[in-house]
Nanobody, 125 residues
Framework: VQLQASGGGLVQPGGSLRLSCTAS????????MGWFRQAPGKEREFVAA????????YYEDSVKGRFTISRDNAKNTVYLQMNSLKPEDTAVYYC???????????????????WGQGTQVTVSS
């Protein structure tokens, strides 16, 4: 399985970006997906996850109400809509495919089997 993330860039505080992650495999639709991020000098941290059907979504507390995860199984793609961006959101963002359909537990790095290459998000004026 190969995951290709895109959509990162430089944005001013308060701005928006939409990240996309497309999977190479047709089995994409039966697994949960997640987004993580890693800032310089910090560990990779959970951002959001979505179960196989798209009905179940989970968010890290600091992004609740600002970020929205969604998926289009027909396109093998998961999205992360990021609004009201803050400088502390600056990081490399990674998409990942979970080992299960439910995505539980959803915030543990080890529960994700495949990872994309990362896309840089920089929030700065």
């Amino acid at each position: 399985v190969q995951l290709q993330a895109s959509g990162g860039g430089l944005v001013q505080p308060g701005g928006s970006l939409r990240l996309s992650c497309t999977a190479s495999a047709s089995i994409f639709s039966i697994y949960a997906m997640g987004w993580f991020r890693q800032a310089p000098g910090k560990e990779r941290e959970f951002v959001a996850a979505i179960n196989w059907s798209g009905i179940g979504t989970y968010y890290e507390d600091s992004v609740k109400g600002r970020f929205t995860i969604s998926r289009d199984n027909a396109k093998n793609t998961v999205y992360l809509q990021m609004n009201s961006l803050k400088p502390e959101d600056t990081a490399v963002y990674y998409c990942a495919q979970h080992r299960s359909p439910s995505g539980v537990p959803y915030s543990t790095v080890a529960e994700y089997a495949y990872w994309g290459q990362g896309t840089q998000v920089t929030v700065s004026s």
